[in-house]
């Protein structure tokens, strides 16, 4: 009964929503064309390509609904940018702009509350204000030329007498690459590519012979400008002396991170990226384990051809593709030598939503 008066006060019938019939539609599609053939490559990595459908379907669902108009058309045009991107319509446009333009949506659903939501005028002036805010990001992320000052730090720190090295990398967004290189009578090597307004915290101690190394930006990456061209973005190289004995730790927020561990004597490592792209290479040498995650995205791992390899693998929706000899029991993969019963090293990996591909070198 009450929601009959309601409904009669204020001249508005609730909706149901179209969100999840939308995506429905949307995975049939790209499944169906993948079937007959007509799109190239995985399911999987056609649904990363196109997954900013999914920002688009939910502001349409927002407007359908009557729920919001101005965080509807945020949200949706951003879906809409990031889409251009990953098609290579927009080379400047990647999902790491929702890390850097979010509370524009706090300040959209602000708005939303004082225009009200059930007129014909304050859907037109929610509209409105939309795509003002909207052109508004478009023409700080496109049109107009990057304020971004990048300059270059590089980081040099001697063994000291170290035995076993122990390094400890977080970054917010951008590039980490990590393989070997560096000189003999150096620990660690660095070369940082950053923004003048990005904070770096590196540190390098010895004791009992164990040698800790801390790198990671501090503050909000939210606050940096709103977008970097690509001859300007972040990145940070990172190399490790080849003959000491590393146990690795690196996590990154959004974008991709490359390790290279095949010339180094890592004894335990665990990589963590929570959106975007993990490239592995294991070490040819010596045993070890590791575990590696991304949370969304692909995960992308090179075994050596002859190694022994347990890998446990916890996914979700993932697509995942393996190499001819492999097998796969449940949560197990096993490689050729692996099945053979010789003893194998460990990795665990942890995909939820994306692509894993095992592939050998």
């Known amino acids: 009964m009450e929601d009959k008066i309601t409904q009669k006060n204020t001249g508005h019938r609730k909706r149901h929503s179209i969100f999840f019939p939308l995506l429905l539609v949307g995975m049939g599609v790209i499944l169906l064309l993948h079937t007959m053939r007509v799109l190239p490559g995985s399911a999987w990595g056609t649904i990363l390509r196109y997954w900013p459908v999914l920002l688009i379907a939910s502001a349409l669902d927002s407007i359908y609904r009557a729920e919001g108009y101005v965080g509807a058309v945020i949200w949706g045009g951003i879906g809409a940018f990031l889409l251009l991107g990953n098609l290579g319509m927009l080379p400047n446009a990647s999902w790491t702009m929702l890390l850097r333009w979010w509370p524009v949506l706090l300040i ?23 795509v003002v805010i909207l052109a508004g990001i478009v023409w700080l992320s496109v049109g107009m030329s990057p304020v971004v000052t990048i300059e270059t730090q590089d980081l040099q720190y001697p063994l000291q007498g170290a035995k076993t090295l122990y390094a400890n990398i977080s970054a917010t967004a951008g590039e980490v690459n990590i393989s070997g290189g560096a000189q003999s009578d150096n620990a660690v090597e660095a070369i940082i590519t950053r923004s003048v307004n990005e904070e770096i ?29 690509p001859s300007a973005k972040t990145a940070w190289e990172v190399y490790f002396n080849e003959e000491t004995p590393l146990v690795l730790e690196s996590e990154l927020i959004a974008g991709e991170q490359r390790l290279d561990l095949n010339d180094l004597q890592v004894k335990r490592f665990n990589i963590k990226t929570i959106f975007g792209r993990t490239t592995l290479v294991l070490p040819r040498k010596d045993s070890f384990d590791g575990d590696a995650e991304v949370i969304f995205g692909e995960l992308l791992v090179y075994v050596p051809e002859d190694a022994a390899v347990c890998i446990y693998a916890d996914t979700g929706i993932t697509g995942i593709d393996l190499p001819d000899g492999y097998i796969r029991e449940d949560d197990l993969i096993l490689s050729p030598s692996a099945e053979e019963g ?8 942890n995909q939820p939503i994306g692509s894993l591909r095992i592939a050998t070198y």
């Open 201 to 229: 915290d590196d540190a390098y101690t010895v004791k009992d012979d164990k040698g800790y190394f801390d790198l990671e930006n501090k503050g909000l990456f939210v606050l940096y400008p709103a977008l970097q061209s």
């Open 342 to 349: 010789d003893g194998c090293m460990e990795l665990n990996l």
């Open 108 to 130: 959209a659903v602000g708005l939303d509350l004082i225009i009200g939501r059930h007129s014909i005028w304050s859907a037109m002036i929610g509209i409105v204000l939309g």
